[in-house]
Nanobody, 119 residues
């Protein structure tokens, strides 16, 4: 059974940086697409970024392009470096996975980690 655990959330001032990590377990053989989503209070969960495979090209939501950077150290460990944070980045951030070679909408989610950007 796949499990995802996020870490690294916290409180940061506007313009600051945070790094979130996601550790997966229970992966079998084959490719796993890993992704980051977020959900702000009163809003729907939205895609932040995803990476099809280790070393693959990352894709970003327009709202975080050029500020966030995701990377996968290996099949089961991913992080997102978040720079120039804005109050509107405040949300619970979730790691997701899908056992696929291309589809990125998650089949499994982590429990999330809170990011709060405020002065």
């Amino acid at each position: 059974q796949v499990q995802l655990v996020e870490s690294g959330g916290g409180l940061v001032q506007p313009g600051g940086s945070l790094r979130l990590s996601c550790t997966a377990s229970g992966f079998t053989t084959g490719n796993y697409v890993m992704s980051w989503y977020r959900q702000a209070p009163g809003k729907e969960r939205e895609l932040v970024a995803f990476m099809i495979s280790v070393g693959g090209k990352a894709r970003y939501a327009d709202s975080v392009q050029d500020r966030f950077h995701i990377a996968r150290k290996n099949r089961t460990y991913m992080w997102v470096q978040m720079n120039h944070l804005k109050p509107e980045d405040t949300a619970v951030y979730y790691c997701g996975e899908r056992h696929s070679s291309c589809a990125y909408d998650p089949a499994q989610w982590g429990k999330g980690t809170q990011v709060t950007v405020t002065s």
